[in-house]
């Protein structure tokens, strides 16, 4: 299996504030890393597939890069709204796993 | 507009079987491949497992392979997961996720249905 891992595990910051989050895998999974946002008792919400790409009706202040083991995402500008959990998931094989979560809370 | 709507969970006792279903409307339901994924009160995302537009391929997680089956009705616009021997460590939300192609990503999920293995 793929492993993911993501980092930090959580992290403070003010709104505003630039965030970076990053996931690694454990080999290399191509483009076919995917973003998601999940709020408290909320199914997650994609915003970034194949690495890079924004999801329809994602904020321009999402942005993802990498490709092979290494990946990132950026939030820009942080709204009220984006404290969240975040995850990266890889489609590249069975079982498509996630990484284990970064939580976003307000400083 | 797209829809996933999850029913069937409940509590069950070790051991029990219990039967997920997820209706699905807003678009063309047998174009899609279709995921159960789960998380585990206050953990994250579990992949679960997967079924192929037309049925012909389903592939399962380690944790459920031999316990769980994926299944779906393309009439029905719905998808199922049969959810036999349970164990307490199965209890979770599970939600009904939709996906283009076999690598696609997730696009649209459910509100999840809570599933509770206890005595």
């Known amino acids: 299996d793929i492993q993911m891992t993501q980092s930090p595990s959580s992290v403070s910051v003010s709104v505003g504030d630039r965030v970076t989050i990053t996931c690694r895998a454990s080999r290399t999974i191509s483009n076919y890393l995917n973003w998601y946002q999940q709020k408290p008792g909320k199914a997650p919400k994609l915003l970034i597939y194949a690495a890079s790409s924004l999801q329809s009706g994602v904020p321009s202040s999402f942005s993802g890069s990498g490709s092979a083991t290494d990946f990132t995402l950026t939030i820009s500008g942080l709204q009220p709204e984006d404290f969240a959990t975040y995850y990266c998931?890889?489609?590249?094989?069975?079982?498509?796993?996630f990484g284990q979560g970064t939580k976003l809370e307000i400083k | 507009q797209v829809q996933l709507v999850e029913s069937g969970g409940g509590l069950v006792k070790p051991g029990g079987s219990l039967r997920l279903s997820c209706a699905a409307s807003g678009f063309t339901f047998s174009d899609y491949y279709m995921s159960w994924i789960r998380q585990a009160p206050g953990k994250g995302l579990e992949w679960v497992s997967y079924i192929s537009s037309s049925s012909s391929s389903t592939n399962y997680a380690d944790s459920v392979k031999g316990r769980f089956t994926i299944s779906r009705d393309n009439a029905k616009n719905s998808v199922y997961l049969q959810m036999n021997t349970l164990r307490a460590e199965d209890t979770a939300v599970y939600y009904c996720?939709?996906?283009?192609?076999?690598?696609?990503?997730?696009?649209?999920w459910g509100q999840g249905t809570l599933v509770t293995v206890s005595s």
């Open positions: 998931q890889q489609t590249y094989s069975t079982p498509y796993t």
């Open positions: 996720a939709r996906r283009y192609t076999s690598s696609a990503p997730y696009d649209y």
